[in-house]
């Protein structure tokens, strides 16, 4: 017979995790293709507690626990989960070609996966249509996952975008390849001759340095600059963070958020659909577009970094998918993530994971779609935060109406936030739940964070600014430039 706990006994908290939005694939491992538009608790596939990384791509998602396992779901028509075959997979399911070879890293690209071995080896698998595998000579596909030859150095983070990737190695060098960015960069660059790791297959050289840049699009102003594109790296400059060092940044596809060394968060780029969680500042003007039988797009003639005052002092816990994040407030930081260098990549920009701050790495940036992995927030985690483009529920608070402010996800008001991560139209979060209420004691309920108040009170003037109703996107641009997840479209950038 069990023991019955005594009164001053409280039962142990458990770690889950959830997952919400666009699930046309089965990206969210919940065993159908149903969008989700409240946080729903995944079944066990592995210890909860030991999830490490959460990633998500244009329709598929990954997870790495603490003991080097990859677990993979959703759409895989090109092989991107590396399981050796191209049917879609409902559930997590552990890469077995990986086993006995520990995982550090993955980052997810539109239709393809990066992932970084715990040596400091890449390997690639899915579409290689752009050379976005790092494979010059490779086939169109690979279902199984390969290492990238070239990458002779250890490598120690990777990032992925729409259709090109990253890498940073232990001695601080970037690499580029893939050529995602080469159409955007011929037609806004008439006559220039791009740097070749813009039109590379192999991985490539970018620089060396070891401040913040940014290059790529420049269409909704993400770079913070006046240009069209940017051909080459551009530096941020300190006095856009307020002097500033900035010490996180995170990506959507045409927005970023950004984390200085005093926990004040910046964004800036897009707005249209609340990305930004915050009212566009005077300085940022922005006219309406007539492009052929297209919706009228808003478009920024200058964005500069502002800050987002109600995620001051978020506990680095941040993720962006392609226009709607997440974050962690509260909590007591992470807990193994010193302040550090961070590897960036954009056009479809998955937001990227830390690097260790020992390293000399290069700081890098370029807005775009990635659903990207951030490092575990504190023993007593926070309260998850959303905003942003919400047509799939990816904000979880059970409509599809955009959220223009950073507000809590109510269904997880209960629970811790530890880690979060998001595809471009999908949200996952682990959180720790509450631990079971000693007898003598009702259940203790977890209010909203006090710090997110002052934009959060703005949500519904901003809502009535905006056209009621769900948002559609409509886009006219060829097959090269348009891309369909169930009903999410990459717009060329």
């Not at 993530?337 to 056009?347: D, E, F, I, K, Y």
């Amino acid at each position: 017979m069990e023991r019955e706990p005594r009164a001053s006994e409280a039962g142990p908290a458990a770690a889950a995790l959830f997952a919400w939005g666009a699930n046309s694939y089965g990206q969210l491992g919940l065993g159908h293709k149903e969008d989700v538009l409240l946080p729903q608790q995944l079944n066990d596939f592995c210890k909860p507690g030991c999830v490490r990384r959460i990633t998500g791509g244009g329709g598929h998602s990954a997870v790495v626990t603490d003991g080097g396992s990859l677990f993979v779901c959703g759409l895989n028509k090109d092989g991107q989960l590396g399981l050796g075959h191209t049917e879609d997979v409902l559930y997590f399911t552990p890469c077995r070609s990986l086993l006995g070879c520990p995982i550090q890293q993955v980052a997810c690209g539109w239709d393809f996966t990066i992932i970084l071995t715990g040596n400091g080896q890449v390997l690639s698998c899915g579409s290689n249509s752009f050379g976005q595998l790092g494979v010059p000579h490779g086939p169109r596909r690979c279902v199984v996952p390969q290492a990238i030859e070239p990458l002779r150095e250890k490598v120690v983070s990777i990032a992925a975008g729409l259709r090109h990737a990253l890498a940073a190695t232990a001695s601080g060098i970037v690499f580029q390849w893939g050529t995602g960015l080469a159409s955007s960069g011929r037609r806004l660059c008439p006559g220039e001759t791009l740097p070749l790791f813009l039109t590379a297959k192999e991985p490539s050289r970018v620089t060396d340095a070891g401040e913040l840049y940014v290059w790529g699009s420049n269409k909704h102003g993400q770079l913070a600059s006046q240009a069209a594109f940017l051909p080459v790296p551009q530096k941020i400059e300190a006095h856009c963070f307020q002097h500033e060092k900035v010490t996180a940044v995170w990506s959507g596809w045409t927005h970023l958020v950004a984390q200085t060394e005093t926990g004040k968060v910046f964004t800036w780029g897009r707005a249209d659909y609340g990305q930004l969680g915050r009212k566009l500042e005077s300085h940022e003007n922005w006219r309406l577009d007539m492009q052929g039988l297209s919706l009228p797009c808003p478009r920024p003639q200058k964005s500069t970094p502002s800050p987002l005052h109600c995620l001051t002092g978020a506990t680095e816990v941040v993720s962006c998918g392609s226009e709607h994040n997440l974050a962690v407030i509260g909590g007591e930081g992470p807990a193994s993530c010193p302040s550090s260098c961070v590897l960036l990549v954009g056009q479809l920009c998955l937001p990227p994971t830390p690097i260790p701050a020992d390293r000399q790495l290069v700081p890098l940036t370029r807005a775009g779609h990635d659903a990207h992995t951030r490092c575990r927030a504190g023993p007593k985690g926070g309260a998850c935060y959303s905003w942003g483009w919400n047509e799939h529920g990816m904000c979880g608070d059970g409509t599809e109406a955009n959220v223009w402010a950073p507000k809590p996800v109510q269904s997880l008001r209960l629970s811790s936030g530890l880690l979060v991560g998001c595809g471009a139209g999908h949200s996952l979060a682990l959180c720790q739940l509450p631990a079971l209420p000693a007898l003598d004691q009702g259940p203790k309920v977890t209010g909203p964070s006090p710090d997110a108040t002052e934009d959060a009170k703005s949500q519904e003037a901003m809502d009535k600014e905006k056209l009621e109703g769900k948002t559609t996107r409509i886009s006219t641009q060829s097959q090269s430039d348009t891309c369909r997840n169930g009903g999410l479209v990459t717009e060329p950038l």
